[in-house]
């Protein structure tokens, strides 16, 4: 009698401690930069008071307990008990097709490896000819002083090596041809087995949860993980509108995804915070200790090569290439769209940004771009020509704005431009100078015309006890406007500046007048010019050294040598 009652209690024991299997599909998800948070809603109906345990199956490979949160909500008095993430044994098996595709992908990785050591091999023979070569000329220099070596044995040893160096050079520009082939291959490959990681053997990760009621209901799990193998980058859209008068703004996501689970109509979110990011305090550890153990010679030989590397350079102003300052010195002679608009969500202030898109999204586990509408802003713009001519002999349409409000602004993310529905070109966005306005480029401004002419380049010796040399410089710019409208047109051009007080500049008197323009070091002209007109605007400079020194930083003024 005691076995026929034990029994029947071992049985309700063991039924009460298994696990119920809870359904619970992908609801929302929550994309990062560089990584997703998942989130599972499932629900369960509990019979009665007590500690249930949940589990959850087929959740992605390799997933811990730092990457998992989990919410529940049931009854009054409803509790979460432990939670337990562990891989579950079952064995996947390949398809066939899977299973070829990665055989080919290990056979061109294998072929990529063999390419790759041979070109190192290649490497060390060349400099071992290399290197016998130096040596070869070198015994035949010492000989040559001595007597005269025999023609015969020296055109022989130059032939062989002559003929050598040409088969393995020959051979090393095969082997990189075949070497970019197979990297492409590679690639195409790569990319097909990453869209099909589905098919692979792995064992898929489970959870079980447990959670305690006081009486019976149901109960709803809200399971969230983090998952790699996902992330967005922003792209805007710059629409200038026929008229001119409205600029539109607007921001995409652009959305990739292989992390081998299909999103099908979820609710997508999007945010600019990096979860992994350190947000430990930059800090001093002490004084800055100034200390200098070089001669004075070779300190003041390296501030010279720091000051020569800032010589002339080209420097991005937004999306027209602005020139910096022009440093002149010397040395010494001899060296998928979606309309709707997203929602920002609450976040601390400061830390973050998120938007939730509107309705359900669609997002497949195949590693292709999908891009959702964020947001969008309409801006009133100011349209200006500009040019510069030194650089590029174009009038660009650029429309100036204040700094945007209400759009999060990602420096380095590409901008599409385009005039009215005409994409007219792409560029990254890049953060104007404080106080300075954005400003984007739309496109050469047809009937306006700009030209940069050296009008005088003259070289002399001047100086009454001491000769130096100087040029005589003048240039003009001149704008040719073809249209029937009047146009005002800004040019701008870098100032030329010495680095050294060795060379003197002076301006000459009939120089047009300038301003400073947003960009330091550059300077600029306004031009009004009439309907089917032409205007000028006049540049002019001395620029004087000593003799037997050398000018340096003004190559593009095409100074006489």
Known sequence: MRIEWLLPCLALTLAAEAPTALTAPIRRVRLHPDEAWVTRVGRVRVAGAGV???????????????????????????????????????????????????????????????????????AKELAFLSGLQAAYDKEISARMTGALPGAAPVVELSRGLQGRFGEVLTRERRRRRELEK?????????????????????????ATVEVATDRAGEVEVEFTYRIRGAGWVPTYEARLGADGRKLELAIFATVRQGTGEDWNRVQVEIT????????????????????????????????????????PGVAQNQYLQAPAAAVVEVVAAGGAMDAAEAQPLEEARGIAATWALEGAKDIPADNEAHRFRILARDLEPALALVATPRLDPTVHRVARFPVPAGIPLFPGAAVVHYAGTQRVGQTALEMPAPGAPFQFGFGPYRGVRVELRQVEALKEAVGTFTKDIQWTLRERMEVANDTAEAVQVELLDREVRASSDKVRITPLPEATPSRESAVPGVRAWTLAVEPRAKGAVTLGAQIRIPAGCVLTGADDLHLPR
């Open 52 to 122: 249930h345990r949940l589990l959850l199956r087929d959740l992605p490979q390799g997933l811990e307990l730092d990457d998992v949160r989990v919410a529940a909500s049931g009854p009054q008095g409803s509790r979460l008990g432990d939670l337990g993430v562990g891989a579950e044994t079952r064995k996947v098996t390949e398809t066939a097709d899977y299973k070829a595709l990665k055989a080919e992908w290990e056979g061109v990785r294998d072929r990529q490896d063999v390419l790759e050591a041979e070109g190192e091999s290649i």
């Open 182 to 206: 197979v990297k492409e291959d590679f690639r195409r490959l790569d990319e097909d087995l990453r869209k099909r990681a589905a098919e692979r053997s792995a064992s898929p990760a489970q």
């Open 272 to 311: 600019n915070a990096r979860s992994g990011r350190s947000l430990a305090l930059a800090q001093y550890h002490g004084p800055r200790l100034v200390d200098s153990a070089l001669p004075a010679a070779e300190v003041a030989e390296r501030r010279m090569k720091a000051r020569s590397s800032l010589a």
